[in-house]
Nanobody
Framework: QVPLAESGGGLVQPGESLRLSCKAS????????MGWFRQPPGKQRELVAR???????DYVDSVKGRFTISVDYAKTTVYLQMNSLKPEDTAVYYC??????????????WGQGTQVTVSS
């Protein structure tokens, strides 16, 4: 396993910002992509944003222009800057990493999740 330690969730009012962080621990040979998914109450988990090793990014339409994903490969940490938050952004946010550890095959790993609540 590759522990993914998430931080940065919380309760904010509409229009405010949060930054999520997720660090992948342990020995890593290569990171293929890192990203964030979310699961709103009563709904399925969906991709929010992903960044691949070449630098290209993908965002779900509902967050384009408001959220920015970035990665520090030296720190094996992915960030999600969330601006202009809306109540519909309320969800548990999960970090995801597609990577390879020494002596193993490529695999995907998940964090435990961090709650983001946007409410007035």
């Amino acid at each position: 396993q590759v522990p993914l330690a998430e931080s940065g969730g919380g309760l904010v009012q509409p229009g405010e910002s949060l930054r999520l962080s997720c660090k992948a621990s342990g020995s890593i040979v290569r990171i293929y992509s890192m990203g964030w998914f979310r699961q709103p109450p009563g709904k399925q988990r969906e991709l929010v944003a992903r960044i691949v090793s070449g630098g290209s990014t993908d965002y779900v339409d509902s967050v384009k222009g408001r959220f920015t994903i970035s990665v520090d490969y030296a720190k094996t940490t992915v960030y999600l800057q969330m601006n202009s938050l809306k109540p519909e952004d309320t969800a548990v946010y999960y970090c995801n990493a597609d990577l390879q550890r020494p002596g193993t095959i490529r695999a995907q790993f998940w964090g435990q999740g961090t709650q983001v609540t946007v409410s007035s």
